[in-house]
Nanobody, 120 residues
């Protein structure tokens, strides 16, 4: 089982920046895909960005150019730099690890969620 612990987040003004981190631990064989999802109030949980086992990155169109995912050398920690944040991006952000995320694969673990609030 993979445990994921998120950190960062909080309150930021529109146009501001936040940085999220996610540290994986537990039973991990090889390198997993890691991703960030978000769920706004009353909405479904949607994939925002992922980084694959070989370092490929995929961003949802709405965050392209503003969000950047990165992976630390140990391959068990990912960071999400979020710039130019918009109020509509207020949501609970969830870290995820798995195989072939977003392409019919499977999930190994989820973080408990980290609140990001964008407002004046």
């Amino acid at each position: 089982q993979v445990q994921l612990v998120e950190s960062g987040g909080g309150l930021v003004h529109p146009g501001g920046s936040l940085r999220l981190s996610c540290a994986a631990s537990g039973v991990i064989f090889g390198i997993l895909d890691m991703a960030w999802y978000r769920q706004a109030p009353g909405k479904q949980r949607d994939l925002v960005v992922l980084i694959t086992d070989i370092g490929g990155e995929k961003y949802v169109d709405s965050v392209e150019g503003r969000f950047t995912i990165s992976r630390e050398n140990d391959k068990k920690t990912v960071n999400l730099q979020m710039n130019s944040l918009k109020p509509e991006e207020t949501a609970v952000y969830f870290c995820n690890a798995g195989v072939n995320i977003g392409y019919g694969g499977y999930h190994e673990g989820w973080g408990k969620g980290n609140q990001v609030t964008v407002r004046s």
